[in-house]
């Protein structure tokens, strides 16, 4: 079990760039969540994918966008980025969506 | 909408014991998390307790839940200086997908 990997751990960006940030989840884990903390909030979630398809949304614009790949990984793209895009992304996986998520160490990304 | 309320600050002395409380909104909520995250890291799953359950207890967790008060607490027994960080009470609800929605965190700080 090697756990759920993000990459990278620090992220500068300018603001109106594109981001991806990238996550590889354990085997066998067919559901990956991907959420947004802002400092000193909890985690927003951002959207779901299972089995290589979204099926569900948070509240967030059509610019925040993903894919989960066979190979369990998934991406989280971020386009015409904002300054309030600053924030903690984490990534969380599981075999199981009743028992749990085990979360990344997530991606800080700081738009300026 | 589900909202998620907690106490921002706790303090405590090493040896005592924590209780965190927390509290929730969407009574269709089928499972409650307890996460904890350390200062630069992810969310580290503590526990969780099934919504037809009032109590659990693992080693020195135990957590309640009030489902008709819809209020859930996380009691840390023989609380160490390495327990502290912040704590997260979540609640899950499932529209197809589960998502998870989180309290703002409960910073926990245990002094010698």
């Known amino acids: 079990e090697t756990g759920v990997t993000q990459s990278p751990t620090h992220l500068i960006k300018t603001r109106g760039q594109q981001v991806t940030l990238r996550c590889s989840s354990q085997?066998?884990?067919?559901?990956v969540s991907w959420y947004q903390q802002a400092l000193g909030q909890g985690p927003q979630f951002i959207f779901q994918?299972?089995?290589?398809?979204?099926?569900g949304r948070g509240n967030f614009p059509p610019r925040f966008s993903g894919l989960q790949f066979p190979n369990y990984s998934s991406e989280l793209n971020v386009n015409a980025l904002e300054l309030d895009d600053s924030a903690l992304y984490l990534c969380?996986?599981?075999?199981?969506?009743?028992?749990?998520?085990?979360f990344g160490s997530g991606t800080r990304l700081t738009v300026v | 909408g589900e909202d998620v309320e907690q106490s921002l600050f706790l303090s405590v002395r090493e040896g005592d014991s924590s209780v965190i409380n927390c509290t929730y909104t969407d009574s269709s909520s089928t499972y409650l998390y307890w996460y904890k995250q350390e200062p630069g890291a992810g969310l580290q799953l503590l526990t969780y307790i099934f919504s037809n359950m009032d109590m659990k207890q693992d080693q020195r967790l135990t957590v309640l839940l009030n489902k008709k008060d819809k209020h859930l607490s996380l009691r840390i027994a023989d609380t160490q200086t390495g327990d502290s960080a912040i704590y997260f009470c979540a609640e899950s609800s499932d529209d197809g997908f589960q998502k998870l929605v989180f309290g703002t965190g409960t910073r926990l700080l245990v002094s010698p």
């Open positions: 969380a996986s599981s075999s199981d969506r009743y028992l749990g998520y085990t």
């Open positions: 994918y299972y089995r290589e398809e979204e099926n």
């Open positions: 085997s066998g884990h067919n559901t």
